[in-house]
């Protein structure tokens, strides 16, 4: 049962990356490098074409390092995936959903475009203190911050074992 519900979050986390990736670029029309929409005095809206991964590191700026950075995603997701597939914890199968979903979420994205869409611009007057994202990335980010902070602070106890059956038998 915790798997299904792990495989369904990770599919409602792809769907809604998918859906918020063409509502901005599609309906929104936010589609050319840097185009931005003011949401909230704190927020906006801004489409960025993101050739690498987090932060900008291993940029994919042709063929080959596109599509190796492909592989490099997809064989962390099938790990993600056998991980979550194992796991007996709900928190941590919820948690590795999020990653699994944002990870295919950006896989297909980079497979269809060549880049990852990015849009979403957080900022505090001109402090930002994230590059521009999406919701892949939002969830990849709150589903390892849960495991970390589950590895590093929640201590399982482990099942109290039923007591032993002591078997009646009259002589």
Do not use: C
């Amino acid at each position: 049962m915790n798997r299904r519900i792990g495989l369904l979050v990770a599919a409602l986390v792809f769907l809604a990356d998918q859906f918020t990736k063409y509502y901005v670029t599609g309906p929104l029309g936010l589609n050319v490098q840097d185009a931005s929409l003011t949401v909230l005095p704190i927020f906006d809206l801004r489409f960025v074409k993101n050739v690498g991964v987090s932060l900008g590191l291993l940029p994919a700026t042709g063929a080959f390092t596109r599509w190796m950075l492909v592989l490099l995603t997809g064989a962390i997701a099938v790990g993600v995936l056998v991980w979550l597939l194992r796991e007996k914890k709900r928190p941590d199968i919820i948690a590795l959903a999020l990653v699994l979903g944002g990870a295919i979420g950006n896989i297909l994205d980079r497979t269809r475009l060549g880049y990852v869409v990015d849009f979403a611009d957080l900022h505090f007057g001109d402090w930002r203190p994230f590059l521009v994202f999406n919701v892949a990335d939002a969830a990849i980010t709150i589903g390892v911050l849960i495991l970390l902070i589950r590895a590093l602070f929640v201590r399982d106890t482990p099942a109290a074992k039923p007591a032993p059956v002591e078997n009646e038998v009259n002589a």
